[in-house]
């Protein structure tokens, strides 16, 4: 089948740098395109071929009522639409809308990511699950500076525990402020993002804004804030249920973690696991799970998410049938083995 959609604006966008959006719609529903003076020709399975025509339909309308797409936006929205049929590109970026946090303006760019920040408004608790990439930390932190600004909370709450990824650092010099610091700079990172440096300080001067490790957190309620616990994998269970029994009066709390990437010392369980089996289905808490597709860093860190599920898989399954395959019974070996196993030199008897 062959069908042809006018595009009157936006042609340079939809391509995208060396055509990696055009690329992307063509691998992820089957097609081959063709520019042919302002319109783009699609052939392929009828089926494939309507998808790609309604996406691009959606495009051209909405570029025409003035929608301006980045690279960036408009492949990860086609990243969704090509792999969901249920979902339209017209219908993402109305969900999407943006939003204000301090000077910065964001969309949500997957489904997920709409979800989360959803569940973030309607709840008190939620639980923010995936894998590296997928803006979990960002719009977290994003949130709680729009409630800051907004007055509907009198502090933000940024912590997370001070574990090493795999490596022992030693003592570290300096003050304990200066000691933890390299351990909160993603958070400080995204703060920056969002408040200009002069706020900020004005902002931590005032205890408005603190950020500090989880063992800061013993023994308090925190009353009209909004909590964000970031590496909730590398809590403990003890440490998870601590952190969640601080929350009081008029906050929230955000928990993210990657399961994946868990870097508590051998025979330790993650809190955040503890978490999944003990709180699920408690009325007033959320879960939202993020996967690969929802990855908005370089294309290169989707596949890598992907390329190492499946290798855990396979490790997976072969452990488990090495679990079920029955151990071999030992036969005793005869007086003819015994005569004819080799005597090692030195070993012969007087």
Do not use: H, W
């Given at each position: 089948m062959t069908s042809s959609v006018h595009i009157a604006k936006g042609i340079e966008s939809l391509f995208g740098t060396q055509d990696e959006n055009i690329r992307l719609l063509e691998k992820g529903l089957q097609v081959r395109t063709n520019l042919v003076d302002s319109s783009i020709e699609i052939q392929g399975?009828?089926?494939n071929v309507q998808r790609a025509e309604r996406i691009l339909k959606?495009?051209?309308?909405?570029?025409?009522?003035?929608?301006?797409?980045?690279?960036?936006?408009?492949?990860?929205?086609?990243?969704?639409v090509t792999e969901d049929p249920d979902v339209t590109l017209s219908a993402l970026v109305a969900s999407g809308r943006q939003r204000a946090f301090g000077k910065k303006i964001l969309t949500p760019k997957t489904v997920n990511q709409r979800r989360y920040l959803e569940a973030i408004e309607r709840n008190d608790l939620v639980f923010g699950v995936g894998p590296a990439g997928t803006g979990k930390t960002y719009l977290a932190v994003a949130m709680a500076v729009s409630a800051l600004l907004s007055k509907r909370v009198s502090r933000i709450i940024l912590t997370r525990p001070a574990v090493e990824a795999g490596e022992k650092l030693g003592f570290l010099p300096g003050t304990l402020q200066e000691k933890i610091d390299p351990y909160l700079r993603p958070l400080n990172d995204a703060l920056h993002d969002m408040l200009e440096p002069d706020k900020i300080e004005r902002f931590i001067e005032k205890n408005a804004i603190e950020v500090a490790p989880l063992a800061f957190m013993r023994g308090r309620t925190?009353?009209?804030?909004?909590?964000?616990?970031?590496?909730?994998?590398?809590?403990?269970?003890?440490?998870?249920?601590?952190?969640?029994?601080?929350?009081?009066?008029?906050?929230?709390?955000?928990?993210?973690g990657d399961i994946t990437q868990i870097d508590l010392p051998t025979g330790k369980r993650s809190g955040l696991l503890d978490a999944f089996e003990i709180l699920n289905g408690v009325e007033g808490i959320s879960f939202v799970h993020f996967n690969e597709k929802d990855v908005v860093r370089h294309s290169l860190v989707q596949r890598i998410v992907r390329a190492y599920?499946?290798?855990?898989?396979?490790?997976?399954?072969?452990?488990s049938l090495k679990?079920?395959?029955?151990?071999?019974?030992?036969?005793?070996?005869?007086d003819l083995d015994l005569e004819n196993a080799a005597i090692p030199p030195g070993q012969l008897s007087a």
């Open positions: 399975e009828s089926a959606d495009y051209a309308m909405l570029t025409t009522d003035g929608m301006v797409f980045t690279n960036g936006d408009l492949n990860n929205y086609l990243r969704v925190l009353n009209d804030c909004f909590i964000l616990l970031d590496e909730a994998q590398n809590t403990t269970p003890e440490q998870m249920k601590m952190v969640l029994t601080r929350q009081g009066f008029n906050s929230k709390m955000v928990v993210n599920e499946k290798y855990n898989e396979a490790c997976g399954r072969q452990m679990l079920t395959d029955p151990p071999r019974a030992e036969s005793p070996l005869s």
